[in-house]
T-cell receptor
Framework: AQTVTQSQPEMSVQEAETVTLSCTYD???????LFWYKQPPSRQMILVIR??????QNATENRFSVNFQKAAKSFSLKISDSQLGDAAMYFC?????????????FGTGTRLAVRP | EAQVTQNPRYLITVTGKKLTVTCSQN?????MSWYRQDPGLGLRQIYY???????DKGDVPEGYKVSRKEKRNFPLILESPSPNQTSLYFC????????????FGEGSWLTVV
């Protein structure tokens, strides 16, 4: 079974600085998708960034980028120029390509605090 | 506006009193799922549906039922709720194209006393 591990329950960053959130996963599949979701205090689930496993290039969305290391099964999220609005819980998630089921497997989350 | 709508958003109920959490999406998505979120555990899938009349268990299906009679609706039924079903519930949907993004509802807080 696939598992997703976020080893940092809490992180803190100074406003305007850069922070990296870690995520590792375990799978025997070669084709899959990886995601980072943001959950602010409203509890809404907001997609931050996604990565297709077949793509070697790391995904980037404005201030958010990932470091995808397929062999190491690592998928970290880098937030540059951190803003107060980035404070939230962040979840890493995995989804298998073309599965007979349909499931996102989530990590346990990292709570990010942004210091003004 | 593309959205997944859940109701109720907040509910306090008593043990054993049947309840239904509704979920509706307006994007003509084939796939729909229910997740529950608990502290320290992330989100875990309860049930999913790949189309009308096609449903299957996720990781934590005990104590829940679902149905998919129409493409847009995917209600979650708790026949006899217990306190361990106190949680935040999310409905989600996406198209059958595997690369597509999953859309989440806003969540339903359920407390069983």
């Amino acid at each position: 079974a696939q598992t997703v591990t976020q080893s940092q329950p809490e992180m803190s960053v100074q406003e305007a600085e850069t922070v990296t959130l870690s995520c590792t996963y375990d799978t025997s599949e070669s084709d899959y998708y990886l995601f980072w979701y943001k959950q602010p205090p409203s509890r809404q689930m907001i997609l931050v960034i996604r990565q297709e496993a077949y793509k070697q290039q790391n995904a980037t969305e404005n201030r958010f980028s990932v470091n995808f290391q397929k062999a190491a099964k690592s998928f970290s999220l880098k937030i540059s120029d951190s803003q107060l609005g980035d404070a939230a819980m962040y979840f890493c998630a995995y989804r298998r390509e073309g599965s007979s089921g349909d499931k996102l497997t989530f990590g346990t989350g990292t709570r990010l605090a942004v210091r003004p | 506006e593309a959205q997944v709508t859940q109701n109720p958003r907040y509910l306090i109920t008593v043990t054993g009193k049947k309840l239904t959490v509704t979920c509706s999406q307006n994007m003509n998505h084939e796939y729909m799922s229910w997740y529950r979120q608990d502290p320290g555990l992330g989100l875990r899938q309860i049930y999913y549906s790949m189309n009308v009349e096609v449903t299957d268990k996720g990781d934590v299906p005990e104590g829940y039922k679902v149905s998919r009679k129409e493409k847009r609706n995917f209600p979650l039924i708790l026949e006899s709720p217990s306190p361990n079903q106190t949680s935040l519930y999310f409905c989600a949907s996406r198209t059958a194209y595997s690369g597509n993004t999953i859309y989440f509802g806003e969540g339903s807080w359920l407390t069983v006393v």
